[in-house]
């Protein structure tokens, strides 16, 4: 009887230990991709996300019908849609690679305990992280609440089972599996059509992912390090929603991280700071593990009535990249525009919707999840919460960005906001970051006029980090 690999976020044929394990049996193999309809699911797909899945499925598929197992689509409950496959194609046997919410481990252990009662046998597989999230332990055999410790720990583990390969052929089943057409889900928006720069932006796959990570260990890893924090660049590798929609995994990232060290070894330093990051997602997914309310609950109970503002206007101003700080409004529009937003941004429109409007984290959260490609449960939830200060770290706890310095700082000759904030381009760097200290003439020569083009600051930062440093100093003492 055939086999059916259940595919989720493992959007890939190399390095997928289910399907690996699927092909191995010899047996005719059903791929499977099931559009969830599930009123427990804790994070449902944002806009973006829809976006990507479309391009990734397409792109699956595409590369399944050429080993001769076409993918087959079908929408519902996950147990439902199972029930009726196994039925019609008498398939004894269901694989996986697994998912880290609480809330899905439960899901798939209940999917898995009934299949077993009927007789059906369920394998599942690690193919999302390096580890799997309860064998990297403190001492004492706890999880990691802070990242050094963890990261150390982390480079202590034997090596992650190294990839598997993608098979070139599969054995189908006898007779073709009826399922959905990709175009009749609807996943890509159409009136308006918001999408543009997300195409120009990225091309979803398994073959664009595996192609970005080479180009990055053959160029700007070298210089990661340094240009990591810079947005103006293109210094980082930009596989983070290859990742999220796990059409390369963090094993084939490590694996070939290795090589490159090895074969040039004056790469080392790039490599092992870029190696620390792919860890930060290993981290927040331990926690998310370890707090299944991660993208809703603060980690530090003394946050749980932590006294919010409650300011549509001012949400929407950060939203729309309209608060008038140039570094922050970039930022968000990057985000809108391309799906993407740059880490070092992200740390500073997060603060700036945290600690200078004081608006919940998890409207933060809750807006990222809708138009980041890269919304990853874990990761978005885990880096609220640090940027908060009410996360796994202490260290943000009293930190407040400045969104001028680190303008200045991190894009110098406002080349980032230039790009994002067109309207500010005429503007001399020594101005781009705060345009409203400009001279009168400065502005009219850049054709600039603040409160009409471009918003005046919504806020005083100086006032407002006042403000929440005294709120988070209540915080501390409790
Ligand atoms: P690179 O610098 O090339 O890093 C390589 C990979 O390491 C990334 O693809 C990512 O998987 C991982 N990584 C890098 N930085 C981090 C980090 N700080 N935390 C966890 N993993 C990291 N990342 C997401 O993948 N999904 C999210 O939803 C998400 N939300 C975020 C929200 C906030 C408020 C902040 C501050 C950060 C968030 N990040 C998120 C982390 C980080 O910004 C992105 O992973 C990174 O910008 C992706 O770009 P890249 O692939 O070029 O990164």
């Known amino acids: 009887p055939p086999v059916i690999v259940w595919f989720r976020n ?7 230990p289910a399907l690996a394990a699927a092909a191995a ?31 990734s499925l397409e792109r699956l598929g595409t590369a399944l019908a050429r080993t001769g197992s076409p993918l087959v689509l079908r929408r519902g409950p996950p147990a439902a849609v199972l029930d009726a496959l196994l039925a019609e194609t008498g398939a004894r046997s269901v694989l996986w690679n697994r998912r880290y919410a ?4 439960a899901r798939d252990r209940r999917i898995k305990e009934t299949l ?29 609440r802070v990242f ?36 009749d889900w609807h996943l890509l928006p159409t009136c308006p059509d918001w999408a543009g720069g997300l195409r120009k932006a990225w091309t979803p796959g398994e073959v664009s992912a595996l192609a970005r990570l080479a180009a990055f260990l053959d160029g700007p890893v070298a210089r990661y390090p340094e240009e990591r924090d810079r947005p103006d ?67 530090d109970p003394r946050f749980a009535d932590f006294p919010w503002r409650d300011d549509p206007a001012g949400l929407k101003a950060w939203q729309l990249g309209r608060t008038g700080y140039p570094i922050v409004d970039a930022g968000m529009r990057q985000l809108w525009q391309t799906g993407w937003m740059h880490n070092r941004v992200r740390m500073i429109v997060a603060s700036f919707l945290v600690k200078d409007l004081l608006l919940p984290w998890q409207a933060g959260e809750a807006w990222f999840r809708d138009t980041l490609v890269d919304a990853d449960h874990a990761n978005n939830a885990g880096n609220w919460q640090w940027v908060a200060g009410c996360g796994a770290d202490a260290a943000p706890f009293f930190r407040v960005f400045n969104p001028v310095l680190q303008g200045e700082k991190f894009d110098p000759d406002g080349a980032y906001v230039r790009r994002f904030v067109p309207e500010l381009a005429g503007l001399p760097a020594r101005w781009i970051h705060k345009p409203w200290e400009a001279p009168a003439d400065i502005l009219r020569q850049a054709g600039v006029r603040l409160g009409s083009d471009y918003p005046r600051p919504i806020l005083d930062h100086g006032a407002a980090r006042d403000r929440a440093l005294a709120l988070y100093a209540e915080r501390k003492a409790g």
């Open 102 to 105: 609480p809330a899905w481990i």
């Open 148 to 183: 050094t410790p963890f990261w150390r720990a982390l480079q202590q583990m034997p090596p992650p089972p190294p990839p598997t390969r993608a098979p070139h052929a599969l054995p189908p089943p006898a007779a073709p599996v009826a399922g959905d057409r990709l175009a």
């Open 233 to 299: 660049r293109d210094g980082t590798s930009g596989l983070s929603p290859h990742l999220a929609f796990g059409e390369i995994g963090p094993r084939q990232v490590w694996y070939a991280a290795r090589h490159a060290a090895d074969a040039r070894p004056e790469l080392a330093a790039g490599i092992d700071a870029f190696l620390r990051e792919i860890a930060w997602r290993e981290f927040n997914h331990t926690l998310l593990d370890a707090f299944p309310d991660l993208a809703t609950r603060p980690m």
């Open 116 to 144: 077993k009662t009927r007789g059906i046998a369920v394998h599942s597989h690690n193919a999302a992280l390096l580890h799997e999230p309860w064998t990297v332990r403190t001492k004492t055999g706890g999880p990691f």
């Open 25 to 55: 049996t010899g047996a005719p193999v059903i791929p499977l991709y099931i559009l969830e309809e599930d009123p427990e699911d804790p994070r449902p797909l944002g806009g973006a996300s829809l976006w990507w899945l479309h391009g």
């Open 10 to 16: 493992d959007l890939r044929l190399a390095d997928n």
